[in-house]
């Protein structure tokens, strides 16, 4: 990453919306060009390397962890009836109040991973609002994506796969095991359906059945907080997110915007980037080696900075 991580001058809860109250923060420059982070998952929430991507002299960041995670209240773990408003909608109308709150026009969204998804609806419903887009580990929620996640990888891993079926036993698709997870995760068993859930999740990040859990994914409230969320969001499809990015891309084509993504990106394939780019012609596509997924992660957090730097000189 191209710049050391800074703590944020501000920092609050949203008014409660629906039950509801939207963690923030904002760092770097208090008079910059205003940025927004959209961490992935969902679940995930908003880390200090997020900061790290931007110059702190040029941009105004202004970080959300969105409903359900992170600092935000209640979160997923501990209030299961909070899921009700917890949809893609709900987030983009979040997003809405911070800029409002915040006191800013138009802003460069960085999207990671799901954020990528929730950044494109959020330009969809909003183009007036965005002054650009970043994207790194492209998705956008199309069924083909789940099928490929939570399905069709479990070749290139049999042994994680192996485990994560077991804990859907007799669920023989993506969208079986992504609603028989779902409905686990809200009975008395809830925590041992997070825990296999997420060592799945983990083994697709790092490509390796094997492999020791960041720190983050030890946690038990973390891992219950994003498997509820992810489950949540992708039973539903994120309710019809993709559509309304193929449905409002006449919207989001005019905007400039550059995507990164790893050629063997196991948690998204590079398909979703590639068919992007073709209806997207003002955006850029930089291609990474390896396989890489995180924005902050690696090769990646350097691309997206360099993204990002290329944006701080264009017209506001």
């Given at each position: 990453?191209?710049?050391?991580?800074?703590?944020?001058?501000?920092?609050?809860?949203?008014?409660?919306?629906?039950?509801?109250?939207?963690?923030?923060?904002?760092?770097?420059?208090?008079?910059?060009?205003?940025?927004?982070?959209?961490?992935?998952?969902?679940?995930?929430?908003?880390?200090?390397?997020?900061?790290?991507?931007?110059?702190?002299?040029?941009?105004?960041?202004?970080?959300?962890?969105?409903?359900?995670?992170?600092?935000?209240?209640?979160?997923?773990?501990?209030?299961?009836?909070?899921?009700?408003?917890?949809?893609?909608?709900?987030?983009?109308?979040?997003?809405?109040?911070?800029?409002?709150?915040?006191?800013?026009?138009?802003?460069?969204?960085?999207?990671?991973?799901?954020?990528?998804?929730?950044?494109?609806?959020?330009?969809?419903?909003?183009?007036?609002?965005?002054?650009?887009?970043v994207l790194a580990g492209v998705t956008t929620t199309r069924a083909?994506?789940?099928?490929?996640?939570?399905?069709?990888?479990?070749?290139?891993?049999?042994?994680?796969?192996?485990?994560?079926?077991?804990?859907?036993?007799?669920?023989?698709?993506?969208?079986?095991?992504?609603?028989?997870y779902g409905d686990r995760l809200q009975g008395p068993n809830a925590?041992?359906?997070?825990?296999?859930?997420?060592?799945?999740?983990?083994?697709?990040?790092?490509?390796d059945p094997r492999a020791t859990p960041s720190v983050r994914w030890?946690?038990?409230?973390?891992?219950?907080?994003?498997?509820?969320?992810?489950?949540?969001?992708?039973?539903?499809?994120?309710?019809?997110?993709?559509?309304?990015?193929?449905?409002?891309?006449?919207?989001?084509?005019?905007?400039?915007?550059?995507?990164?993504?790893?050629?063997?990106?196991?948690?998204?394939?590079?398909?979703?980037?590639?068919?992007?780019?073709?209806?997207?012609?003002?955006?850029?596509?930089?291609?990474?080696?390896?396989?890489?997924?995180?924005?902050?992660?690696?090769?990646?957090?350097?691309?997206?900075?360099?993204?990002?730097?290329?944006?701080?000189?264009?017209?506001?």
């Open positions: 990453m191209a710049h050391p991580p800074i703590l944020p001058h501000a920092t609050g809860h949203l008014p409660e919306a629906e039950g509801h109250r939207v963690y923030w923060e904002v760092c770097g420059n208090p008079l910059g060009r205003p940025a927004l982070v959209l961490h992935g998952g969902p679940g995930s929430g908003c880390t200090p390397a997020h900061r790290a991507l931007f110059d702190p002299g040029v941009w105004r960041v202004a970080l959300m962890d969105q409903r359900g995670c992170g600092r935000s209240v209640p979160r997923a773990c501990d209030a299961l009836d909070a899921l009700a408003a917890n949809t893609t909608a709900h987030l983009i109308g979040d997003i809405e109040r911070l800029r409002a709150h915040l006191g800013v026009t138009r802003w460069l969204v960085l999207g990671g991973s799901w954020g990528c998804t929730l950044a494109l609806a959020y330009a969809a419903a909003h183009p007036d609002r965005v002054e650009a887009l083909s994506e789940l099928d490929w996640l939570y399905g069709h990888v479990g070749a290139l891993l049999p042994e994680a796969f192996a485990a994560f079926r077991a804990g859907a036993p007799g669920a023989d698709t993506a969208p079986a095991r992504i609603a028989a925590q041992a359906a997070a825990d296999a859930w997420c060592a799945w999740e983990e083994a697709v990040i790092v490509a030890r946690d038990p409230a973390f891992r219950l907080t994003f498997a509820r969320l992810v489950t949540h969001y992708f039973r539903h499809r994120a309710w019809g997110a993709a559509d309304a990015i193929r449905a409002g891309f006449d919207r989001i084509a005019p905007l400039p915007g550059t995507m990164i993504h790893s050629r063997l990106d196991l948690c998204a394939p590079l398909e979703t980037a590639w068919l992007l780019k073709r209806a997207w012609p003002g955006a850029g596509l930089r291609i990474l080696d390896g396989g890489v997924h995180g924005a902050t992660d690696g090769g990646m957090g350097a691309a997206v900075a360099h993204a990002i730097e290329g944006f701080a000189g264009s017209p506001a």
